[in-house]
């Protein structure tokens, strides 16, 4: 034990800390809200993908960090951040509901994606970039949503007791 935190970086220690931290918190915020909301993707899923996401971008680029310069080698991390893109987008596409001619679940859908834009931002230490992003996302949701009920008549969407199972994420 004391040979492994020995060799223990403990600054990038607590810079990992920091961006998987600050990814986690920043998933919360965003999944509070559809949570308040009762919807499936919630609290922990928010928090879930933006802490993978960020895992992700930490490792590619640890890993871009100790490799000695080769011109031969061509590592990009945009191909990682193109595959959390898409497989989150696949996840986001299970939370659409299609019932009686009406699409829902398109909100939480695009907040799952900003979930983990906001977490590989914090990944990656783009930590203005991630918290802007969730004061913006916050305002929209909270404000916008207000406003399309009080100007276009919209109401919230309840689903049926017979449509969801109970199991919020």
């Given amino acids: 034990m004391d040979v492994c935190l020995a060799q223990l970086d403990f600054p990038m220690?607590?810079?990992?800390?920091?961006?998987?931290?600050?990814?986690?918190?920043?998933?919360?915020?965003?999944?509070?809200?559809?949570?308040?909301?009762?919807?499936?993707?919630?609290?922990?899923?928010?928090?879930?993908?933006?802490?993978?996401?960020?895992?992700f971008m930490a490792m590619v680029g640890d890993y871009l960090t100790g490799l000695p310069v080769e011109p031969a080698l061509r590592l990009d991390p945009s191909r990682v951040l193109a595959g959390i893109v898409g497989g989150v987008g696949f996840l986001g596409g299970g939370t659409i509901i299609v019932a009686r001619g009406n699409v829902h679940g398109i909100t939480t859908a695009a907040n799952i994606w900003l979930a983990a834009a906001v977490g590989a931002a914090c990944?990656?230490?783009?930590?203005?970039?991630?918290?802007t992003a969730v004061v913006l996302a916050l305002g929209i949701l909270w404000g916008v949503g207000r406003l399309e009920m009080h100007f276009f008549d919209k109401?919230?969407?309840?689903?049926?007791?017979?449509?969801?199972?109970?199991?919020?994420?």
């Fill in 13 to 55: 220690a607590w810079e990992t800390f920091l961006r998987l931290g600050g990814a986690a918190i920043a998933g919360a915020l965003l999944g509070f809200e559809r949570e308040k909301h009762d919807k499936p993707a919630g609290l922990r899923t928010h928090m879930l993908v933006a802490l993978g996401a960020a895992t």
């Fill in 123 to 131: 990944g990656m230490g783009m930590y203005a970039l991630s918290f």
């Fill in 155 to 169: 109401e919230p969407f309840d689903p049926p007791d017979d449509s969801v199972d109970g199991n919020h994420g």
